[in-house]
Structures are given as C-alpha cells and as structure tokens.
C-alpha cells in the first residue's frame, strides 16, 4: 500500500466519453501550481504500448476473455512500478486515462467474475487505491457514435468495434462501481458540446479535494 504526498486522479467512462479530452485539460489547469504527470493505462511504458498495440488490432483473432484481461494486468503492473509510484513518492500529482476500473468494467463485460478480476487489479496495481476518479458517464449508443467511421464499422479499433451490447453492459459497470465507491468517485455526467462546463466541475472538485485533505503543503510544486 502506497504512503506517499503525491495525488492520484483517474478518468474513467466508455468510448467516445473524452477522457483523453478531459486529462490533458485538467492538467493544463493544475501544472501552474503543482507538478503534474499525465499518462495513459494501458500504455505509456514500452511494453505497456506494445501491449496497448496487440490488444487493439483489428487483424489479431479474438482472445479468451481470460488471456485479455491478464495482458491489461501485465501492462499495468509496469505502468505502477514505472510511473505511477515513482510520481507520488516525489509528491506529484498523477493524471491517469484509465486505471484498474477500467478492467472492471471491459472485462467484467465479458463474463469474467468481479471478484477475480478484483483479485488481478490488487496485484497488478500493487494496491494502490486512486484519490479521486472522475467517471464520465455517457450513453453507449451516443459514445459509439461520436467515434469516427462507427456508422461504417472503420477506423475502429478492436475494443470500439464491439457490439453496442457489450458497451452498454461496459457503461453499467462503471455506474454500479461508482455507487459502490461514492468517496472515490465524482461522476459526471456527459453534456454534448459543454466540454468547458464539464471540466470546470471538474476543476471544482480536484480543488476542494486538495483544500479538504490538506495537500497543499504536499504536494511538490514547479520549480
């Protein structure tokens, strides 16, 4: 378990939902003030990126849902002890597009029991717990749609061309481990086109958050 200054944050949602949007404005906001690292799980490491590749490609068959989950967790192992861990010691502020909720819900989707994939996300995550998850909660149908080519099945990748069933089971797994987590998680509810009112809500949270738990003081500021 981590003991560090640092500050975790992850963004969550199902495709289309804007994390990659979303972190990198909410770093922008926080780097004036804090030393912000921004990253993406899967990904980021080298292996991790490779791992991202593979999991992605359209051209690769189908895995068992069981061989899947284990490469997210494979990945994630390296993203911790890589970036994740190193940042927080130093009290930086962490910044992640997607985490181990993330494996709840794609592979919960699948059939894989919670209570096995929660035993992967403790040891692939070294049980590191994030501080604040942002989950940006958007219809499956609307999120396939804003995805490019959706409407033709291109430009997708493996993961985005799965039936509109499958992301709607992904999207109620997130809702129902929001509920389950309501200190963790700040949901925010998706507004198409008021990207600037989402992400203020989302400055107004992280804000009070530090304010609250009094990590000013923590938190390691740029030089």
């Known amino acids: 378990m981590r003991n560090s200054p640092g500050l975790f944050i992850t963004f969550e949602g199902g495709e289309g939902s804007g994390k990659g949007t979303h972190t990198n404005l909410l770093e ?7 030393v912000v690292v921004v990253a993406r799980d899967p990904g ?4 991790g990126e490779e791992i991202r590749k593979s999991l992605q490609d359209l051209e690769k068959p189908e895995l068992n849902p069981i061989t899947e989950l284990l490469l997210y967790e494979a990945a994630r192992a390296e993203y911790t002890t890589q970036l ?15 985490f181990y909720d993330s494996t709840t819900a794609y592979q919960g989707a699948l059939g894989i029991p919670n209570h096995l994939i929660k035993i992967f996300n403790e040891i692939a995550s070294f049980e590191i717990i994030p501080d604040l998850t942002f989950l940006i909660d958007i219809d499956a149908k609307l999120g396939l749609k ?9 430009n997708l990748d493996k993961i985005e061309s799965r039936k509109l069933e499958y992301h709607e089971r992904v999207n109620q797994i997130y809702r129902d481990t929001a509920k389950q987590h309501p200190r963790r998680f700040r949901v925010i509810p998706y507004k198409n086109g008021e990207i600037d009112e989402m ?8 804000d009070n ?3 609250e738990k ?3 003081a923590f938190l390691l500021k740029p030089s």
């Open 44 to 47: 980021t490491t080298k292996i």
């Open 84 to 98: 994740v861990l190193p940042a927080l010691q130093q009290g930086k502020i962490f910044i992640s597009d997607r």
């Open 28 to 34: 922008e906001y926080l780097r004036s003030k804090y």
């Open 209 to 211: 958050f530090i304010s």
């Open 214 to 216: 009094g990590l000013e």
């Open 146 to 154: 804003k995805l490019k080519g959706h409407e033709f099945g291109e």
């Open 199 to 206: 992400q203020e809500e989302m400055k107004i949270e992280v």
